[in-house]
C-alpha cells in the first residue's frame, strides 16, 4: 500500500500535506454494530441533505435511511436530495439562517474550515469509533480535520482525470492515450476530422469550466506553489498566470462541445456527462464520481461499456510534476445544533457492507479502505493506479480556497472562455476576493 499526499487547508489555514491511502481489500467492518446506539426512547428527527437526485444514488440514501431507521425505532431521518450545483447556495443560506439540516454535504479545504471558524458545525473528534477511524485511515480523515478536530465523515476519494469513451477513439484512429498537449491537440483534430465532438464541457455550471483552469495549474505550478496557495489563498506566482494563457491557446483550437457555455454538467442526456453517456462526444475532464453520472444518463442506465480514463497529458514548460493528481473527497457533517444520532449514523454508514454498496451505487472509490475490493470498473482501477504512482495530489482548487474566492476563480475562468476576460482577469479575480476576506 502506498500514501499519497493531498494539499489540504486548516481554519488558520495551516494545514499540510494530507495523505491518503488508496488500497484493497480487507475485512472488518468499521461501524461496527450500531443497532442500539440510536440512545434512548425519546423520538429524535435527523433532517438530511444530499445531491443524489435520481438513480442508484438516491436508491442507497433511502436504503441506507431506512436501515438505520429499522435499527433505531426512535430515529426518523427526513431525507432532502438537492442538485449538486444548488447545493453549496442553500446550505450556505441554512447555516447563516441558524436552520441547517442535521447532516449535510461537506467537501473539506477551506470551505469546511469558513463554517468551522463559524461555528456551525459539530466537533465530532469523540464521537467517531475507532473501527471507523482505522477503516478510514488518518490520511482521509484530515481532509475534514481543522485544526486538530474532525469536522465530517467521508464517503469517497475522487481523484480527477479525463473520462473518455473507447469506441469513439477507436472510430478516429486514436491507438493510444494522449500524455502532453501535443498528442492531445493532435487527437482533438482526428476526433474532428470523423465527426466527432472532442471534448464535452459543462460550462453553464461554472466549475467544471474552471477544472480545466485548475489542471494547468496543476502543471504549471510547482507542489510548492501549490502548497503556499493553499495557506495564503492568493496568486502571487507566474505559473497562475501561464495557466491561464494556457487554457486560453487551447480553448482557441476550439475542442469544446458547440454551445459549451450554455451546457450543464450533469443533468440530463444534453449535459457533458450525458453526451459521453451517449457517445456525443469522446472526452470528459471530471472527478471520480463521473463514472456514476454517465452510467446514470446511458439508454439502459448501465455503466459505460466503453468508458476509459487517462490522467491529464503534460504541459510544456511546466514546474509541476506531471504525475500529480487533483481531487477531493465527498463526505458528509453535522450542523452543530445536531442531536447525537447525527454522529452515530456518520458511523452507521461506514460500515464495511454500507462502504462497499456506496462504491457500487455510485460506481466511484470509497473512502473506507476495507471496501474498495469492490471496484471493478476498469476506468477506476486506472484511476488509483495512477493514483498510487502520483507523487502528490492537490485538493480542487474552489475547495481549498472557500466559497468566495472559489466562484470568483471559477467566474473569471468562464469570462476569459467567453471572451470576456483574460488569464490576468483569473489571477486578479482571486487576488481581489482574498483581499476582501
Known amino acids: 500500500m502506498k ?23 480487507g475485512s472488518s467492518s468499521p461501524g461496527g454494530d450500531s443497532s442500539s446506539s440510536g440512545g434512548g426512547n425519546e423520538p429524535v428527527t435527523l433532517t438530511f441533505w444530499h445531491n443524489s437526485t435520481t438513480g442508484e444514488g438516491k436508491a442507497y440514501w433511502d436504503e441506507v435511511a431506512k436501515a438505520y431507521e429499522d435499527a433505531n425505532p426512535n430515529v426518523t431521518i427526513q431525507i432532502q436530495a ?15 439562517a441558524g436552520d441547517a439540516p442535521d447532516i449535510f454535504m461537506a467537501r473539506g479545504g477551506g470551505k469546511l474550515a469558513d463554517i468551522v471558524a463559524a461555528g456551525q458545525v459539530m466537533d465530532l473528534s469523540d464521537k467517531i469509533t475507532d473501527a471507523t477511524k482505522s477503516a478510514v485511515g488518518e490520511g482521509v480523515l484530515s481532509a475534514f480535520t481543522i485544526d486538530g478536530k474532525l469536522y465530517g465523515m467521508p464517503t469517497a476519494v475522487l481523484p480527477g482525470g479525463i473520462f473518455y469513451s473507447k469506441d469513439l477513439f477507436d472510430k478516429a484512429g486514436i491507438s493510444s492515450t494522449p500524455k502532453n498537449f501535443d498528442e492531445l491537440d493532435a487527437d482533438v483534430q482526428k476526433l474532428k476530422d470523423a465527426g466527432v465532438a472532442p471534448i464535452a464541457l459543462g460550462g453553464k455550471d461554472a466549475w ?111 514546474e509541476g510534476d506531471p504525475s500529480a493528481m487533483m481531487g477531493g473527497v465527498d463526505g458528509y457533517s453535522c450542523w452543530v445544533k445536531a442531536p447525537a444520532q447525527c454522529a452515530d ?62 466562484n470568483a476563480l471559477n467566474a473569471g475562468v468562464v469570462d476569459m472562455l467567453a471572451g470576456n476576460g483574460t488569464p490576468q482577469g483569473i489571477v486578479d479575480a482571486v487576488n481581489n476576493a482574498a483581499a476582501k476576506g
Open 3 to 25: 500514501t499519497r499526499k493531498f494539499l489540504a487547508v486548516s481554519a488558520a489555514m495551516a494545514a499540510t500535506l494530507v495523505g491518503l491511502a488508496a488500497c484493497s481489500g
Open 82 to 96: 438537492i442538485q449538486n450545483e444548488d447545493m453549496d447556495g442553500k446550505l450556505q443560506t441554512a447555516l447563516n
Open 208 to 318: 467544471p469550466a474552471a477544472h480545466w483552469y485548475y489542471f494547468f495549474a496543476l502543471r504549471d505550478c510547482s507542489q510548492d506553489v501549490m502548497n503556499k496557495a493553499s495557506q495564503t489563498r492568493k496568486f502571487d506566482d507566474a505559473c497562475w498566470l501561464k495557466a491561464g494563457q494556457d487554457l486560453q491557446k487551447f480553448a482557441e483550437t476550439k475542442p469544446f462541445n458547440e454551445g459549451f457555455l450554455t451546457t450543464s454538467a450533469q443533468q440530463g442526456a444534453g449535459s457533458s456527462a450525458g453526451m459521453i453517456a451517449n457517445h456525443q462526444a469522446a472526452m470528459e475532464l471530471m472527478g471520480a464520481w463521473d463514472p456514476g453520472v454517465i452510467a446514470s444518463l446511458t439508454p439502459d442506465q448501465k455503466p459505460l461499456p466503453d468508458l476509459g480514463w487517462f490522467p491529464f497529458p503534460a504541459v510544456q514548460g511546466g
Open 345 to 406: 449514523f456518520l458511523n452507521f454508514y461506514m460500515q464495511k457492507e454500507w462502504q462497499e454498496k456506496y462504491a457500487q451505487a455510485f460506481h466511484t472509490l470509497p473512502a473506507s479502505k476495507d471496501a474498495q475490493g469492490v471496484v471493478e470498473e476498469p476506468a477506476l482501477k486506472d484511476i488509483l493506479t495512477a493514483y498510487n504512482d502520483s507523487a502528490y495530489t492537490v485538493v480542487w482548487l474552489d475547495t481549498m480556497f472557500g466559497q468566495n474566492i472559489g
